[in-house]
T-cell receptor
Framework: EDKVVQSPLSLVVHEGDTVTLNCSYEVTNFRSLLWYKQEKKAPTFLFMLTSSGIEKKSGRLSSILDKKELFSILNITATQTGDSAVYLCAGIYNTDKLIFGTGTRLQVFP | NAGVTQTPKFQVLKTGQSMTLQCAQD?????MSWYRQDPGMGLRLIHY???????DQGEVPNGYNVSRSTTEDFPLRLLSAAPSQTSVYFC?????????????FGSGTQLSVL
């Protein structure tokens, strides 16, 4: 059964901390992995990862994919209260389907 | 710069009622999809379409119908609403099964079935 598992389910940190969010997948005919940030409503796109070992970076956020070990991590350095959100990862597989993990809820306190 | 537009934003139904959630995109995306999001369950795919006239089932299709008569529109129909269909529904679109295929989401519909 295809699945995407995220850990931890929930994380509480203080501003300035660095966090690492994990996403492991078992997806038939895997093509790509995507990370999204969901604050109050619609998820917003962060990264798409297709190649193993190549880090994608956007400001304080970075992500990398390991296709041999079937996982990805999302790092956030120097966290801010505005980083508080649910972070979702999703695997693209077979013919155009995405399967999402349940998400990691990050709370950043001042 | 509309992107993906969903209506309504909120809806309350009684068990057995039918309704249609509307979704439209103005980006000429071939691929459109419907997800539902429940607490602790992540986003689950209901139905999707790879182009006008083509639809297919996702993970949780029961109780829902879709059609795709135009590239722009992808309505989701609840034929006989049940309390188990209480959820937040998201429509999403993307360019297609090629690289650079990130999803664009609508703002969601909060549906309650009493």
């Amino acid at each position: 059964e295809d699945k995407v598992v995220q850990s931890p389910l929930s994380l509480v940190v203080h501003e300035g901390d660095t966090v690492t969010l994990n996403c492991s997948y078992e997806v038939t005919n895997f093509r790509s992995l995507l990370w999204y940030k969901q604050e109050k409503k619609a998820p917003t796109f962060l990264f798409m990862l297709t190649s193993s070992g190549i880090e994608k970076k956007s400001g304080r956020l970075s992500s990398i994919l390991d296709k041999k070990e079937l996982f990805s991590i999302l790092n956030i350095t120097a966290t801010q209260t505005g980083d508080s959100a649910v972070y979702l990862c999703a695997g693209i597989y077979n013919t155009d389907k995405l399967i999402f993990g349940t998400g990691t809820r990050l709370q950043v306190f001042p | 710069n509309a992107g993906v537009t969903q209506t309504p934003k909120f809806q309350v139904l009684k068990t057995g009622q039918s309704m249609t959630l509307q979704c439209a995109q103005d980006m000429n995306h071939e691929y459109m999809s419907w997800y539902r999001q429940d607490p602790g369950m992540g986003l689950r795919l209901i139905h999707y379409s790879v182009g006008a006239g083509i639809t297919d089932q996702g993970e949780v299709p029961n109780g829902y119908n879709v059609s795709r008569s135009t590239t722009e529109d992808f309505p989701l129909r609840l034929l006989s609403a049940a309390p188990s269909q209480t959820s937040v529904y998201f429509c999403a679109s993307r360019t297609g099964p090629t690289l650079g295929e990130k999803l664009f989401f609508g703002s969601g519909t909060q549906l309650s079935v009493l």
